[in-house]
């Protein structure tokens, strides 16, 4: 390699590795928090509960209660998708603009004491910081300097 080939090298740092590994800990939290409130049985929630509420003017009936967590955990599961994709592209350097979206969505997987929105949310500011790492749409094209201007 001649010196102008050394310029063009930048140097890779492991902010993308970890933002990968971040976004899919913070996919696979989301998926098992959500399958688990999936496979909630709600015939085991204690009656009492249910007539307290009822007595605070409350009317709910444990089917809507469990419509209601179906479909909370389903859009959960949806939502969970998304950072296990982000973190992928994060690992290949591969689409910086998706990736940032897809972590960004992973925001709103939660998990237990929102561990994942958390998780993803280090994913998403490392892949922020990490724009120039990322492969571009044509080799040829040289990286983006934000400096250069």
């Known amino acids: 390699m001649d010196d102008e080939q050394m310029d063009n090298v930048l140097p890779v740092s ?4 970890i933002a990968g590994i971040l976004l899919i800990l913070a996919g696979l939290i989301g998926l098992i ?3 688990s409130s999936l496979l909630i049985d709600v015939n085991t929630i204690d009656p009492s509960i249910l007539e307290q509420l009822q007595q605070s003017g ?3 009936t444990v089917e809507q209660i469990e419509t209601f967590l179906s479909i909370c955990a389903t859009i959960g599961i949806i939502l969970s ?4 994709l982000g ?3 994060a690992l290949k350097r591969k689409m910086w603009g998706i990736a940032i979206v ?6 709103f997987t939660v ?3 929102f561990a994942s929105s958390i998780l993803a949310l280090v994913g998403l500011i490392l892949i922020a910081i990490s724009k120039n790492e990322f492969q571009h749409k044509s080799d040829n094209e040289p990286p983006i300097d934000e400096y250069s201007y």
Do not use: D
Request: no cysteine.
């Open 102 to 107: 897809m972590s960004i969505i992973g925001l």
């Open 14 to 17: 492991y902010k993308p590795m």
């Open 58 to 60: 409350i009317e709910i």
């Open 33 to 35: 928090t959500w399958v």
């Open 81 to 84: 998708i998304f950072p296990l």
């Open 111 to 113: 998990g237990p004491i």
């Open 87 to 89: 973190g992928i592209l």
